[in-house]
């Protein structure tokens, strides 16, 4: 049977449509896996730093993954068991799932790494490691650099988690953050890192971000200008964002001497 050709026209053209990139293009988002070495001693902490900027960073390096944050505590600033926080960012979920694979296939990471991973059960290098899988907000789709000069111990690393009550009360805290209070952040020079939904950890539903500060000054001063600030009294009393925050953790941090920035 021999279609008309008015027919097979119509249909090229909507085929040739619906196949052109601006409708296939899938919006491009990084993601972002938040993890967390906990331990307990010095002992444990020196071990943590000799495996992380001698075999995981290297190897993650190699595996093509840059621009990765690794922080601690500021002292006496979190009520909370001393940690490592890792932030590593992927292009894809795809990304992702290939990087246990590809560092187990590398001889100078398991080389570097090999104190670290034949350590026995009565002496583990850490306490825990807790992992969150993020995805980056549609506002702020790729992570930034934060521009600071200011020496690495001085410097603040805000990270926040904000907990919701129910999915439908998160997702409308991600729409606060999407229209309009990210954009709030980064006109008062918030310097922020990423903003993210976690889809992926032990307390859902909760989303996660990071800001930078040259010091403890330039961090006061920035809070105080958001908390005064016009846009942001007049977005946190309207009705439908009322209510999307039931808990909020907050790390003060610092990026370590092997941190990539």
């Not at 926040?160 to 990210?182: D, H, I």
Request: include cysteine.
């Amino acid at each position: 049977m021999r279609f008309p050709v008015k027919f097979i026209s119509a249909t090229s053209i909507a085929l040739s449509i619906l196949l052109s990139p601006s409708c296939t293009k899938v919006e491009e988002r990084d993601y972002y896996e938040l993890k967390i070495f906990r331990y307990d001693s010095a002992s444990q902490e020196k071990q943590l730093d000799h495996y992380l900027e001698s075999a995981y960073l290297p190897g993650l390096h190699r595996a093509g993954i840059r621009n990765v944050g690794v922080f601690k505590m500021k002292e006496d600033k979190n009520e909370t068991t001393p940690s490592i926080i890792l932030l590593v960012p992927f292009t894809s979920l795809e990304q992702f799932a290939e990087l246990s694979g590809k560092l187990q296939n590398d001889p100078i990471y398991l080389e570097e790494g090999a104190a670290f991973f034949e350590s026995t059960h009565n002496d583990p290098p850490y306490k825990r490691i807790e992992s969150n899988l993020l995805k980056a907000f549609s506002s702020t789709p790729k992570l930034v650099l934060p521009d600071l000069s200011s020496p690495r111990p001085e410097r603040i690393y805000e990270l926040r988690s904000y907990e919701a009550a129910t999915e439908r009360l998160f997702e409308r805290k991600v729409e606060m953050f999407n229209s309009g209070e990210v954009a709030i952040f980064q006109r008062l020079g918030f310097n922020p890192v990423f903003f993210g939904e976690v889809i992926s950890s032990s307390h859902m539903p909760h989303l996660m971000y990071m800001t930078t500060f040259a010091d403890t000054s330039s961090q006061k001063e920035c809070w105080e200008a958001f908390r005064t600030d016009p846009a942001w009294m007049e977005m946190k009393e309207m009705e439908q964002y009322q209510n999307t925050v039931s808990h909020i953790d907050r790390y003060l941090l610092y990026p370590t001497s092997y941190s990539d920035y």
